[in-house]
């Protein structure tokens, strides 16, 4: 069995106030693009160690309060389906889309 590795890279550009303004980023599986840009990120690494999250949130100046609704909303459904797959829970993961459903008529969102 071989060993492989993957790349993941991610520049951010920030203003003179440290304020984020572009974002872009590539991987070795990034088909059909040399890099993408984004407007958001959200990066959560678990630090088995510690039993403790670290996380790593930016968005740049053109992220419009809109796109950062739907931004989060897409990224509860992720982890709901993240959740199911990872501990075969579909009642939690059930009550999380719930959630997200929830969450999505409250911030007055639509699909």
């Known amino acids: 069995m071989t060993n492989q590795n993957k790349k993941i890279n991610i520049e951010v550009e920030l203003d003179e106030n440290n304020v984020p303004e572009n974002i872009v ?14 407007r958001a990120m959200l990066l959560s690494l678990w630090d088995h160690e510690r039993k403790d999250t670290l996380r790593l949130d930016l968005w740049t100046k053109k ?18 389906d993240t ?25 007055e969102i639509s699909e």
């Open 63 to 80: 992220m419009t309060v809109d796109e950062m609704k739907i931004f989060f909303h897409q990224t509860l459904v992720t982890m709901a």
């Open 25 to 38: 980023w590539s991987a070795t599986d990034l088909e059909g693009y040399d890099e993408a840009t984004c």
């Open 83 to 107: 959740l199911e797959k990872s501990i075969n829970d579909p009642r939690i993961s059930g009550d999380m889309r719930d959630f997200c459903d929830y969450f999505a008529e409250r911030m």
